[in-house]
């Protein structure tokens, strides 16, 4: 089951690749949809008939390389499995999204159609090396993506500069799992076995550099400050569909290693530097915050949101490692909330970062100087981009809120200080979206009228509703009723609190 | 005497084939010199069709102690033949219906055959004969076409040879000298107790002419130099056969003959493992020629290889892992280099712009090698660095790992340099048409390599198991 999930979309772009350049588009751009649309229904299924007692469901475990204690082992569990969803509901909000893409349309679609089964791989992956493969591969598609289909020249600087940083992060993350494998006798990468038997544990000074190791790759995934430079202009760059992606699903993937690998592995030298995770995590909250406040670019803005709301995240693993002055119940709760947050933002980010392609689509510049009074002609926009950016800093009835009140209730008893600071972002978040709605949307109408844009300045086309309207209805249920997906996530989050705290 | 000729049927089959080549080829008429050509492709195929029912049988050693067939050699001799049968493709569109075809092809079945023994040879005396067979055809086609450049070329590698030829020779007397042998069976116990500095000295004096062969700091500087003046079928050729038979002759020496309490061989190992694979890099950085960029590559990839062969004895993983890269590096860098063969008007990185519209297939092999040499999964260098790296940690050398991951992160600068214009769009005001394919058969060549560079990634678990065992 999870292999057909994982599968379909690579083999749909191996089957196009058959298909001549010259059909029309439509014929490709409607294939992407459908097998979207497949890929997700088979996710439904797999969420429908997985039981959140069972640990690890859908498992597969086939060897692949023995002789190097590698095997094809893959699974779902209340940590990964809300991701795949994520994974599966984003592509093809980004497929229907594409409708209207007219640029190399076959490589377009094989591109995206082979990253989806990328990250979908990476979130089943139980084993260290097949969650390396998809990992790198990860870095390769959406080098082509930003390099291809990027804003110009600039675009190929931008994804050089992404992916020397997040390979040298991917190889630390290599050297973490190599030190991990060589301490379990026999020499083996199974994330399962790995987490039960501990290999490094009271290896003080070896565990350590492991974690470094691992830490280190993770954090330049996530990003959090300071390993975050990579991000801005790779988002800038990108096309609207490769940063929805970017940011909805690659960036999880670092904050996800930390769930499945760092903590469950490394859980001693985890409490041990817990601490350093508390404090990376609220000194990106705030830092991103500034940064982004400081922004004149729409798209940048919601770039640095996005070290922002990986802050909390690391705040709560981090005091998840904290066993004083706190219980179970609350470091479960911090869990619970990193990994809602994790779908939060990708739900909420991915849909910005589509909204503002339709900006650019219209005026050619995401500078949020050359906009005004857009709501008056533009109500549709307006009340999506509103929706987004609330949901985004956190108001009560969305998904944002549901994520950071179970992070800070979490958080709050164990890691005080930081929890303390890291709630002084949430302000300056609001601050900054209420800023941009109001330079955007309020006051007289204005927008750019350079040579190349059009004339009109539309309001969202029903393929752009199609796409950005279901994600931000997902937002909206989960901030309602997110008892659909706490069930799941919570004792997934509970087995991870008692891991951590052997 | 144990002086069986039934191990060695793949050597001779080569052997057999290259007289048969250059007897046939003086008496065919210039037209049908293909014929050499075909003789070339069967002795390869016969060759290595021996080495599979060879593979099966226990390792033995023949003619006394002097030449041993394990699973090193197997995999030496299933490598270089392999890609020998690659090389002879790529060349087929640049020598067919040249004045000395044959000779051009039983040159490449003579240095194939050197690099075979220089993996088998146990003895000091059979190295150093292999070297020279290894050597002496590749200065010959080095400078084939007899054009400025590949004379030039031709001669760099010859005095390179030759000076280093005569080092590993001095070294091979002082070996002689202190271990009353020249039988790696016999030095290993007599080095023991001989003068650990004529030891040293003898040790590094041969490591100087293995170096050659491998292409590594500090013996690499024929590499670039040649790479670029030679034709690319014979670039390819010397810059991935020979270091096949050079690393797999410095395994068994070192590993075989030099104890380490003797002489510390290991450190030795990986200090010029750490700087091959950096200076290679550093220089590959702003390079504009493919060729040379191709050439410091190789560099910096014999620097991942000798990881390996620093931590052989240390680390149940190290031979294994070296073998396993070799063979994933021979197709992954021919791949490379067939892609350039079949276009030879591109010369510098800017003339590969547009090349994924006018040749995806060509541009998707170039990817694949490209991010497979910085070691992208699922290529097979890929788990071929997985290998060298978890025996370097676990053989005790986690600088050199870590070393070695600061190196592939740089290495990918300058891969990315040349795999970025193939996306843009082609220029459309130069008269110069750099992208025009030759024939066929590089196209052929660079598909071949680079599925057989995947299919290593992806089951490399097939392919691991036959590559343990100890040698013997």
């Known amino acids: 089951m999870l292999s057909a999930i994982v599968f379909l979309p690579a083999l749909a772009a191996l089957g196009l690749l058959a298909v001549p350049v010259r059909s029309p588009r439509a014929a490709f751009l409607w294939t992407w949809i459908c097998v979207s649309a497949v890929d997700l229904v088979l996710v439904v299924g797999a969420w429908i008939g997985y039981h959140p007692q069972d640990g690890f469901g859908w498992a597969e475990n086939i060897p692949w390389i023995p002789t190097a204690g590698v095997g094809y082992h893959v699974g779902v569990d209340g940590l990964s499995l809300p991701l795949v969803g994520l994974t599966a509901g984003l592509f093809l909000a980004v497929a229907v999204y594409s409708l209207r893409e007219t640029r190399q349309v076959k490589s377009y679609v094989c591109l995206f159609l082979v990253l989806q089964t990328v990250c979908l791989g990476l979130f089943v992956a139980l084993d260290l090396i097949l969650f390396f493969v998809f990992f790198d591969l990860s870095i390769v598609g959406m080098f082509f993506v930003i390099a291809g289909w990027g804003h110009g020249e600039r675009s190929r600087a931008a994804a050089t500069q992404f992916f020397l940083y997040t390979f040298i992060g991917s190889l630390a993350l290599l050297l973490g799992f190599i030190g991990l494998s060589l301490a379990a006798t026999p020499h083996t990468f199974d994330m399962v076995t790995l987490a039960r038997t501990q290999p490094l544990a009271g290896r003080g000074a070896y565990a350590g550099l492991v974690l470094l190791a691992v830490a280190l790759g993770l954090a330049v995934k996530t990003p959090t400050v300071p390993f975050h430079t990579w991000l801005p202009p790779a988002h ?38 817990a601490t350093v995770f508390v404090v990376v995590g609220v000194v990106s909250v705030i830092y991103g915050a500034l940064v982004a406040l400081a922004q004149t670019n729409f798209k940048r803005m919601i770039a640095y949101t996005s070290v922002n709301h990986m802050g909390y995240i690391l705040l709560a693993v981090g005091a998840a490692g904290i066993l004083a002055g706190t219980n179970g119940q609350a470091r479960a709760l911090a869990v619970t909330g990193a990994v809602t947050q994790m779908v939060s933002h990708g739900l909420l980010t991915g849909a910005l970062f589509l909204l503002s392609g339709v900006l ?96 009109l300045f539309s309001d969202l086309r029903a393929s752009e509703v199609a796409s950005v309207v279901p994600l931000l209805a997902l937002a909206v249920v989960i901030g309602i009723a997110p008892r659909f997906l706490l069930e799941v996530i919570e004792p997934a989050a509970g087995t991870l609190v008692r891991l951590v705290s052997r | 005497m144990n002086e069986r000729l039934g191990p060695l049927v793949p050597e001779i089959v080569l052997a057999a084939g290259s007289v048969v080549g250059l007897l046939s080829g003086s008496w065919l008429p210039r037209r049908r010199q293909w014929v050499v050509r075909l003789i070339t492709a069967a002795a390869c195929l016969a060759a290595l069709a021996a080495t599979g029912i060879a593979a099966a049988q226990a390792p033995t050693v023949d003619f006394g102690t002097s030449y041993v067939i394990d699973v090193a050699t197997n995999t030496v001799r299933v490598t270089v033949l392999a890609a020998t049968l690659l090389v002879v493709c790529l060349s087929i569109d640049a020598v067919a219906g040249h004045p000395r075809e044959s000779e051009f092809y039983v040159l490449l079945q003579l240095a194939a055959l050197g690099t075979i023994a220089l993996a088998g040879a146990n003895d000091l005396l059979l190295l150093f004969a292999a070297y020279l067979l290894a050597s002496i055809p590749g200065y010959a086609l080095a400078g084939f076409f007899k054009d400025a450049l590949g004379t030039e070329a031709a001669l760099k590698y010859y005095l390179m040879g030759a000076l280093l030829g005569v080092a590993m020779l001095t070294g091979i007397t002082l070996l002689y000298g202190v271990g009353r042998s020249t039988s790696y069976t016999v030095l290993r116990t007599a080095l023991a107790s001989a003068p650990h500095g004529v030891a040293a000295v003898g040790v590094v004096a041969v490591l100087a002419g293995l170096l050659f062969k491998a292409g590594g700091v500090p013996a690499h500087f024929w590499v670039p130099d040649v790479t670029d003046g030679t034709s690319t079928p014979v670039a390819a050729f010397v810059t991935t056969v020979p270091k096949i038979g050079g690393l797999a002759a410095l395994l068994r020496l070192l590993t ?5 309490n003797a002489v510390n061989w290991p450190l030795l190992v990986a200090i010029l493992a750490a700087a091959s694979m950096t200076l290679g890099n550093l220089a590959a950085f702003f390079q504009t020629s493919v060729k040379r960029l191709l050439a410091y590559s190789t560099v910096s990839q014999v620097g991942y290889l000798l990881m390996a062969v620093a931590v052989a004895t ?69 788990l071929g660095k997985l290998e060298v790296f978890t025996a370097t940690i676990d053989g005790g050398y986690g600088w050199l790992a870590a070393v070695a991951v600061a190196n592939t992160v740089a290495s990918l600068f300058y891969y990315l340099r040349w795999l970025g214009p193939l996306f843009l769009s082609q220029q459309t005001d130069s008269a110069a048409e750099p992208l025009q394919t030759t024939g066929g058969w590089p196209a052929i060549g660079a598909y071949t390599a680079g599925a057989a560079s995947l299919t290593l990634g992806i089951a490399g678990g097939a392919v691991l198991p036959l590559l343990h065992g100890p040698l013997s």
């Open chain 2, 314 to 382: 240390r680390s149940g993983l190290g031979i294994t892992s070296l073998l396993f890269y070799l063979l994933a590096y021979a197709a992954t860098n021919l791949g490379a280099f067939a892609v350039v063969a079949e276009l030879p008007q591109a010369r510098s990185l800017s003339d590969y712009r547009g090349l994924a519209r006018t040749h995806p297939g060509l541009a998707a092999v170039l990817v694949v090698c490209l991010l497979g040499l910085v070691g992208t999964p699922p290529t097979g260098v890929f």
């Open chain 1, 236 to 273: 800038t760059e990108a096309p609207a569909t490769g940063s929805a992606i970017l940011a909805g699903v690659l960036l999880k993937m670092g904050t996800y290693g930390f769930v499945r690998i760092a903590m469950p592995m490394l859980p001693g030298t985890w409490r041990r530097y």
């Open chain 1, 360 to 455: 650019y689509d219209r005026g050619h510049t995401y500078e949020m100087s050359s906009y005004s009074g857009l709501a008056a002609r533009t109500p549709v926009f307006a009340g999506a981009t509103a929706l987004a950016a609330f949901g985004s800093l956190g108001l009560p009835g969305l998904s944002g809120f549901i994520a950071e009140f179970q992070i800070f209730t979490g958080s709050l008893p164990s890691a005080t200080l930081g929890t303390a600071v890291a709630i002084l972002g949430i302000l300056l978040t609001a601050a900054l979206f209420l800023l941009a709605l109001q330079r955007l949307f309020l006051g007289p109408l204005r927008f750019p009228d350079a040579p190349g844009t059009p004339a």
């Open chain 2, 256 to 260: 075989d003959a030099v104890p380490t």
